[in-house]
């Protein structure tokens, strides 16, 4: 199948903006629950509808007291938190701009978005970030106001004690210029193969999207009938996947937390805490989930049994897959016994660590592997992995609530139209698909074409529609001897083993495949335990017999899915991982090939001596 078109479940916006929906739900629903609120003693606190719609008001009022007018551009950069969705609120009250940065952005690429975007006010967490827009503000004359959010009573205080006079009908008239073509945000694409380039993305882009979304997909916002759909927020807020997962859960009444710190130790208890219905992640968060409970069952003598779990969970799940889509009967007797027993023994606890009451999941940013899936599945967590861009406002397909492909990335979302060019790029239409990128029209129009957006990335559509995502035209490999590579499935495939936290293939222009592998961690730490060996430093881990045997492992079984000038013929483990802070990741945790290979250009070329 080339193209495959799913109808939209509702008509495009015709009139108002982003920030209607808090006003429209506190007037019609004021008492309604609409957020959580960690406070500083680690309690969550319930936020109204009526009373988010007066924190935006009186923070919209000192933007305006503050200077901040129509279309002005104004950057946020901070972790997950409440007084980020409320600053975009605000300023999608006023009608002007937020252009969300990274964190960890460096200095330099702090100067390049502020400049490009030509922000006139920047909204910082703290000090060392105030200290990252210092370090450049001499070179960025129209930045005028720099506000900080943990400086003193804080940045949302200081900002509502300066708009007190201001009259609300100021704010409302602000307001009521806003039109679903208005630009709602400026954000940055990570910039793996370059600088970062501004995707202008309007109003009506993400109205559209998650009205789409919530149309298709709303029955599993919820943990059983009737509940109370919450979710808690922890990816980046500075990504697509956390900007639309905000103005989804705000634009229809779903309680939103916000969780600024991905690591277990931070995030499970709050998990717990918070007791979500439905988690938006990147594939990462549930291969931790997975491997801690793998290792909590194995320090406790239990691995067999586990991987019993694991084998008859999977069992189960595609069972049930195959008989929705009529070519199986369904789990047999004997197989729903077995899975009986481990929802008791197993499953139960695998669901606990994401808060007990999640039963459903949306999965992006990276591919899932179709086991983990399965398992997921069969533990009680649907898992609905998608595919999207920040150029497509994030999602763009994802897997139906009734008829879910794992391996694959889902249909078309209601609205979108996919389409599988002569050179299997994948092709994207529809009205959440952005206006193009900011003071860059060369770039616009090498990827957008009469309202088609050209992804870049490689794929297949199946028989009923569902799309798979085989690679990046960019990161194709091609050997000295003429064989094209896609790495990005060998290196999933590496990576599923519960001992290796990153691979990158390499072997462009080589004679054979290759590849270099991270570790991690914490894995390693409890693989040595559960041999009763010590703790090995990295400089002699990366030459250990048995874990190189481990590693070789995981590369034979990746090597099995494709043929043998594909396959993986060496690789080394190296003593660190790619991160960050060394320009090996983007913010979103993809890899940057080239600097990699750079990087560690002298352990590359000894793969082939």
Known sequence: MREFTVPPVAAAPQVGGLADAVFDLAEQEPDRVTLGRKG?????????????????????KGLIAQGVRFGDRVAIMARTRYE????????????????????????????WMLHDAEVTACVVEHEDHAM????????????????????????????????????????????????????????????????????VITHANF??????????????????????????????????????????????????GHQPVLAATELLPDLRAFRPTFVLAVPYVFEKVFNAARRKAEAEGRRGPFDKAVEVAVRYAEAMEHKAFGIGPGPSAGLRMQHQFFEKTVYVKVREALGGRVRHAMSGGSGMDRRLGLFFEGAGVTIFEGYGLTESSAAATANPPERTKYGTVGQPVPGTTVHIAEDGEVWLHGAHVFSGYLNNPQATDAVLNDGWLATGDLGMLDEDGYLTITGRKKEILVTSGGKSVSPAGLEERVRAHPLVAQCIVVGNDRPYVAALVTLDQEAVEHWLAMQNRPPLPPAELVHDATLETEIRRAVVA???????????????????????????LTPSLKLKRKAIEQAYAAEVEALYR
Not at 92 to 109: E, H, I, N, R
Not at 160 to 176: F, L, N, P, S, T
Not at 561 to 575: G, P
């Open 40 to 60: 500083p003693d680690g309690q969550w606190r319930d936020v109204t509808a009526a009373g988010f719609r007066d924190e935006v008001l009186a923070l919209a």
């Open 84 to 111: 980020w969705t409320l600053f975009d609120f605000a300023l999608w009250t006023l009608g002007a701009q937020s252009v969300p940065v990274y964190p960890t952005s460096s200095a330099d690429q702090v100067l």
């Open 132 to 199: 990252t827009i210092g370090s450049v503000i001499d070179r960025l004359p129209r930045l005028q106001r720099l506000w900080q959010l943990d400086a003193g009573e804080g940045a949302v205080a200081e900002l509502m004690a300066a708009g007190a006079d201001i009259d609300e009908d100021v704010v409302q008239r602000h307001r009521r210029a806003v039109t679903p073509e208005s630009v709602a945000t400026v954000i940055y694409t990570s910039g793996t193969t370059g600088r970062p380039k501004g995707c």
């Open 558 to 584: 990746a090597n099995t899915r494709v043929s043998q000038a594909e396959s993986i013929r060496t690789f080394r483990i190296l003593a660190h991982p790619f991160s960050e802070e060394h320009g090996l």
């Open 207 to 256: 109205m559209f999207e998650t009205e789409m979304l919530v149309g298709r997909w709303e029955s599993v916002f919820h943990s059983r009938p009737g509940d109370e759909a919450s979710t808690l927020l922890f990816l980046p807020l500075a990504h697509v996947f956390g900007r639309m997962v905000e103005v989804a859960a705000v634009r229809t009444g779903v309680k939103l």
